[in-house]
């Protein structure tokens, strides 16, 4: 089993900044892939982005490439979130995920954190 724990979310105005974590339990072949969701009040969860351990191969929904930025630290067993650019329509509880499958559905993916919130203030 493989816990992880989002944060860093919060407020934060349109145009600005946020870098969100999310910490594994432990790195084993059940995770090699970890990726962000995110999920607007009364919206499907959607994919944001996606990386492997090592940031061997990294992928973007296309709403975010350019803004977004996946990136890990393996020694922390941890991966980051830079948003940049923020606008009121990016606001959504962020959740990390975890599992073997190089995909953007979230059926695909094993272990799920429990999510931060982002909230932009237009």
């Known amino acids: 089993q493989v816990q992880l724990v989002e944060s860093g979310g919060g407020l934060v105005q349109t145009g600005g900044s946020l870098r969100i974590s999310c910490t594994a339990s432990?790195?084993?072949?059940?995770?090699?892939?970890m990726a962000w969701f995110r999920q607007a009040p009364g919206k499907e969860r959607k994919f944001v982005a996606l990386?492997?351990?090592?940031?061997?191969?990294?992928h973007y929904a296309d709403s975010m490439e350019g803004r977004f930025t996946i990136s890990d630290d393996s020694a922390k067993n941890t991966i980051y979130l830079q948003m940049n650019s923020l606008t009121p329509e990016d606001t959504a509880v962020y959740y990390c995920?975890?599992?073997?499958?190089?995909?953007?559905?979230?059926?695909?993916?094993?272990?799920w954190g429990q999510g931060t919130q982002v909230t932009v203030a237009s």
């Open positions: 990386t492997s351990w090592g940031g061997e191969f990294t």
């Open positions: 432990a790195r084993t072949w059940r995770n090699t892939v």
């Open positions: 995920a975890s599992g073997t499958s190089v995909s953007r559905a979230p059926t695909q993916f094993t272990y």
